[in-house]
């Protein structure tokens, strides 16, 4: 009996050996008929050649640099020695942090931000889903005063040079606080009541004083904090939300250390503390009004962009349950060929082709309001899509765990990667509001709750 099912998929030495036997040949032949995760629903009319080539990029990129080290990572999580350098690899050498600042700026101005950002996810989830909640998120903050008609000009001049530059510079979104979570994103019945982190005007700087937990990239790995206050603690008036600025390196910023997580070891998440942070006034996104409106086009796109990541993610189990069962001979036929096993692998395909089908049509929703009519920053956008990432993350869920049921104690080993994608996925139904949010969210959208 062999100790772990090392290389089981990855060299023919053990299957040669008898201990598996070998039907790659036959796998092979039946390969070249077999569709293949680019198979699965990718509307061509609306994924512009160009994105599909970033996205390709990016996946080769992910297979030749990443995924010798993706095990690595895992241990990683404290120190981001690895981490770090494949970060700015990303993000600066392969432009993802420059992807949507203005040209101006340095950037190179993507259009369809939803669509590249939907590419982006998916691609970067099927290797590590953690590096690319790590990767997106140096930006997802900024996305009020990047896009238009919304664009902050005089920001984006002011911070371009740094995300677009040579040298790694990383944001990130800080919502949550130690006794608000989801409550800070239930903005339609909270309406920031419990946000307490503020902002207080002093002349021409904004004084900030709070304490913020778990954001992605935040601990030591963040260089700009996206900071979601109130300019008046306990308010429910939308025009004391605020986004202001605060880079790390300003006088009062404090961070903790790294939290260990079950999953998703290349995310950093930690405390940050403000203690009478000064930022220059214009460091607050918009104003009033405007910074809770436009931050709610953020908000959807993290929505859209965690269900892109289940994708990303669930196309990798395809992938290796597909040549696992393939492979793995079980009372005298290959394990595809059982019907209780054919009916896990018809359930893999359809949570694929359902999640993707869905996440596509909110993308190209969100990205061409002149079809759809509804701005981005629609709050009614935030409230479906809601609906979009519970599903997303209730599948992904499934697929992880029913693919690891039949791999046996294989999927349960670290040696198959199916163990790493169902210990990193389980946050992305808990995060931004959890399961909770997601749930309320949605049905107050299709069935107009008045009191929850
Ligand atoms: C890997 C990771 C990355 C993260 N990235 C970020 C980030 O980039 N930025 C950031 O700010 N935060 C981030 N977070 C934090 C995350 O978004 C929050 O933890 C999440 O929103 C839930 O908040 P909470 O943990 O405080 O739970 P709580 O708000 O205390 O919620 C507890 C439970 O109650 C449910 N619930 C909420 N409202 C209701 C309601 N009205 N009725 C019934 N049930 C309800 C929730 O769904 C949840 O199940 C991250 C967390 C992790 C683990």
């Given amino acids: 009996m062999p100790a772990t099912g090392r290389s089981l998929l990855r060299s023919g030495d053990q299957m040669d050996a008898g201990v598996f036997p070998d039907h790659s040949e036959a796998v092979a032949k039946q390969g070249s008929k077999m569709p293949t995760i680019d198979d699965f629903i990718r509307p061509r009319e609306w994924v512009s050649d160009f994105v599909s080539e970033m996205g390709k990029v990016l996946r080769r990129w992910g297979e030749e640099r990443y995924v010798p ?24 050498d392969l432009g993802i942090n420059a992807a949507f600042f203005p040209a101006e700026a340095g950037g190179t101005e993507m259009p369809e931000p939803m669509t590249v950002c939907a590419v982006m996810a998916e691609e970067l989830a099927r290797i590590d889903s953690g590096f690319a909640t790590a990767c997106l998120c ?8 990047l896009l238009t008609p919304h664009r902050n000009m005089d920001l984006c001049m002011e911070f371009g040079p740094r995300f677009c530059g040579d040298e790694l510079y990383v944001g990130c979104h800080a919502m949550t606080e130690s006794d608000s979570g989801a409550d800070v994103e239930n903005f ?13 005007l ?5 004084v900030i004083n709070g304490h913020k937990v778990w954001p992605s990239n935040s601990g030591k790995a963040a260089d700009l904090f996206v900071v979601v206050c109130t300019t008046r603690k306990g308010s ?82 395809y992938e290796i349950v597909k040549k696992f069962t393939s492979q793995r001979v079980v009372a005298g036929k290959t394990l595809k060929e059982h019907s209780m096993v054919a009916d896990m692998l018809s359930e893999v395909a359809v949570c694929i082709e359902s999640t993707s089908a869905w996440m596509w049509q909110y993308a190209r929703e969100l990205d061409h309001p002149e079809i759809y009519g509804w701005d981005p920053w629609d709050e ?19 697929v992880c765990s029913r693919a690891m049921d039949f791999m046996g104690s294989y999927g349960y080993s670290r040696e198959f990667d199916v163990e790493k994608h169902w210990r990193d996925q389980k946050v992305i139904g808990i995060w931004m509001g959890g399961k909770g949010l997601k749930t309320l969210e949605n049905a107050r959208y299709w069935y107009d709750l008045e009191t929850l």
């Fill in 202 to 206: 002093d002349g021409n700087e904004w």
């Fill in 236 to 317: 429910t008036d939308p025009n004391d939300f605020a986004l202001v600025l605060a880079p790390a390196d300003s006088t009062g910023v404090s961070v903790g250390n790294p939290y260990q997580k079950a999953g998703m070891a290349a995310d950093l998440n930690s405390d940050i503390w403000f203690d009478e942070v000064r930022v220059p006034k214009r460091y607050r996104f918009h104003g009033p009004g405007d910074d809770l409106k436009y931050w709610k086009r953020a908000i959807t796109m993290g929505n859209i962009g965690s269900a892109a990541m289940c994708v990303g993610i669930m196309k990798s189990v």
């Fill in 380 to 398: 009614r956008f935030v409230l479906k899509s809601r609906g979009l990432a519970l599903y997303a993350s209730t599948v992904v869920e499934r």
């Fill in 69 to 92: 080290m993706r095990r690595q990572v895992d241990e990683d999580w404290r120190e981001h020695k690895i981490v770090e350098p494949l970060l700015k690899e990303v993000l600066v």
């Fill in 188 to 200: 339609g019945r909270m309406k920031g009541r419990t946000i307490r982190t503020t902002a207080r």
């Fill in 138 to 145: 140096s930006v997802w903050g900024l996305m009020p005063i």
